[in-house]
């Protein structure tokens, strides 16, 4: 298994303002990933960190809103751009272990005001 | 592209009772499988996963679930459910290189009575 914490757990912020969410493992993973889920609705994947390279968005996601950084096999950074109302939901890191399972963090609770 | 059907937004049992939540998928190849709960302002936990093999798999808590790939279903069961099953669950089919990417269904919403 894989522990994963996610810093912040909760955040009010400011619309216009950007804030950077971490993610750390307990291990070295090869796979991580970042998911988002809006308020009374499921996950939606965001992109796949890569490690050493640029992160691989999924449709309707773009790297200016959110970037993602990946320096190593333990760590990778959320940041959601210039937030409005809409940004806010549970901002999820997921890690991809040895034994092709996926796990997920806590999540990081951001409500935009 | 894939996708993933969880038909009943909400379910109401009694503690004690049995039960069972529905999950299709559609996705062309072998799928991988998972099944999360997500317990109130909580992350999500994996229950079980599915990825060949025996297809009625267990998992944590006391939870099966049966993969059938002729109905493209993977339901959930848990046989007597316990006030702290209260939760949300959802179903997850893993696409892309080795079930990298998952894609959710919508959710089941459990509500556990005395």
């Known amino acids: 298994s894989a522990v994963i914490s996610q810093k912040p757990s909760r955040d009010i912020c400011q619309r216009g303002t950007s804030l950077t969410i971490q993610c750390q493992v307990d291990s070295q993973v090869t796979m991580m990933f970042w998911y988002r889920q809006q308020p009374g609705q499921s996950l939606t994947l965001i992109a796949t960190a890569n490690q050493g390279s640029e992160a691989t968005y999924e449709s309707g996601f773009v790297i200016d809103k959110f970037p993602i950084s990946r320096p190593n096999l333990t760590f990778s950074t959320l940041t959601v751009s210039n937030m409005s109302p809409e940004d806010s939901s549970i901002y999820l890191c997921?890690?991809?272990?040895?034994?092709?399972?996926?796990?997920f963090g806590e999540g990081s609770w951001l409500t935009v005001v | 592209a894939q996708s993933v059907t969880q038909p009943d937004i909400h379910i109401t049992v009694s503690e004690g009772a049995s039960l069972e939540l529905r999950c299709n998928y559609s996705?062309?190849?072998?799928?991988?499988l998972f099944w999360y709960v997500q317990s109130p302002g909580q992350g999500l936990q994996l229950l079980l996963k599915y990825f060949s093999g025996d297809t009625l798999v267990q998992g944590i808590k006391g939870f099966e679930a049966e993969f059938k790939r002729s109905q493209s279903s993977f339901n959930l069961r848990k046989p007597s459910v316990h006030w702290s099953d209260a939760a949300e669950y959802f179903c997850a089919v893993g696409a892309g290189a080795a079930g990298n990417k998952l894609t959710f269904g919508g959710g089941t919403r459990v509500l556990v009575k005395p």
């Open positions: 996705y062309g190849a072998t799928p991988y």
């Open positions: 997921s890690v991809k272990t040895g034994g092709n399972t996926i796990y």
